[in-house]
């Protein structure tokens, strides 16, 4: 019975490790087949790049056209792989699904409490991954008011890592520069053992807050 108490949990390690290694292999893969053509027609500025955390953490860009998980993978770069939540109908495209679960996209079904989604993010990021979604959890057109989801919030607080929030710009250009800025990563501030709904959804506010104030002119 003890040998297999502390056996197990090397074993669980080794997996995650191994698991780890071979979403990474395949998010390069990607990385390096679609970051040349893109760069060619939207190339991108980074500012704020060093305040990017070397563990785990939760980015939160805004969204406002389909392309922004472009825009944040390659601003981060090939030395930041991360893991996305995405749409379960992008997941259920034949073969673009099955690539893009490769490199560590997952599926969510927002249309209900979708429990699978939420046990892979936390499993992300407690093995130490990087996770990207955006909090509006739709895109959102000029002069739209959308209530923010609180997802990004619940995920930091029960796994105790910070939030990262990227300003990506709404209008973007052919052939010329477009500049994402990366925040200050943070860890949002609760009064309980764990943040309550109320408190959830505060923490939402203040981070796409601190999201929008990224892209005001300094």
Known sequence: MSEEVITR???????????????????????????PFFHLLRPIRVVGREHIPDGPCVICPNHTTIGDPFYVVFAFGWKYPMRAMAKIQIMRVPLVGWILSKAGV????????????????????????????????TRVHEGENVQVKTGAALFATRAGVPILPVYVPP??????????VIGQAYRPAYAGRKPTPEELQAIARDLMERVHALGEPG
Not at 111 to 127: M, R, Y
Not at 171 to 180: E, G, H, I, S
């Open 171 to 180: 209008k973007k250009r052919l052939f010329r520069p477009n500049t994402v």
């Open 106 to 137: 997952f599926g969510v079904d927002r249309g209900s409490a979708d429990l699978k989604a939420v046990k892979t993010a936390l499993k992300f990021l407690k093995e130490g991954d990087k996770l990207l979604m955006f909090p509006e959890g």
């Open 9 to 35: 949990p090397a074993a669980e390690q080794e997996s995650a490790a191994h698991r780890q290694t071979r979403m990474n292999r395949a998010f390069h893969f990607l990385y390096a087949v679609i970051w």
